[in-house]
Structure formats: structure tokens, C-alpha cells
């Protein structure tokens, strides 16, 4: 089982920056293969924002690439997903999730809520 929480989310104003922290504790969670990064707008569908793998190998919507950076600290158990140049419609609930061995259904954490004013 892996347990998964965000952290840093918050209102800011756009153009600004913003780590999002995903730590995950729980008897596999130094096994996690894959952690995602997910943005939810209110009224849509969940979507994927960034992924990296064990191994540091990242993947980015074409949406993120530019502004978006994901990284991990593979012996903390954290993932991040770093924000640049945040504009309104990156508003949203950012949700982490992880995968141990390349699981089919992974762990999601809560989520963390970011608001951007322009």
C-alpha cells in the first residue's frame, strides 16, 4: 500500500510560480515505478500533466512542456511538479499519483487546489 499527500498548493497571481509536493509513505512506497501528475478543472475531466519513472525518464502533456517540471527524490519517497508562468487556466484541483511496478491502477492522493487570479 502506498499513501499519498499534496502539498503546496494556494492562490497566486498569474505569472507566478508554485512547487506542488506529492510525499508518499506506506510499506511500498520506496517501490513506486511511476508517479503522474494530474490537473482537474472544475466541470472537466481529470488530465495528465507530467510523469517521470523510477529511472528519471519524464513525460509531458503538450500543454506542460515549457512551464511545467516534474522531478522526484527517489530515497524521500517525493515527487514535485514545479509551475512556471501559472495562468488562470491552470486553476484546478492537482492530484498525485503513483504506480509500483508499473500497476495498472495506481494510488492517488487527495489533491491540492491551486486558484490563479489574472
Known amino acids: 500500500q502506498v499513501q499519498l499527500m499534496e502539498s503546496g498548493g494556494g492562490e497566486v497571481q498569474a505569472g507566478g510560480s508554485l512547487r506542488l509536493s506529492c510525499e508518499a509513505s506506506?510499506?511500498?512506497?520506496?517501490?513506486?515505478?511511476?508517479w503522474e501528475w494530474y490537473h482537474q478543472s472544475p466541470g472537466l475531466e481529470r488530465e495528465l500533466v507530467a510523469s517521470?519513472?523510477?529511472?528519471?525518464?519524464?513525460n509531458y502533456a503538450d500543454f506542460a512542456e515549457g512551464r511545467f517540471t516534474v522531478f522526484r527524490e527517489v530515497v524521500n519517497a517525493i515527487s514535485y511538479l514545479q509551475i512556471y508562468n501559472l495562468k488562470p487556466e491552470d486553476t484546478g484541483v492537482y492530484y498525485c499519483?503513483?504506480?509500483?511496478?508499473?500497476?495498472?491502477?495506481?494510488?492517488w492522493g487527495q489533491g491540492t487546489q491551486v486558484t490563479v487570479s489574472s
Open positions: 517521470i519513472t523510477s529511472s528519471g525518464n519524464t
Open positions: 506506506g510499506p511500498l512506497n520506496k517501490r513506486i515505478s511511476n
Open positions: 499519483a503513483a504506480r509500483v511496478g508499473g500497476s495498472l491502477f495506481p494510488f
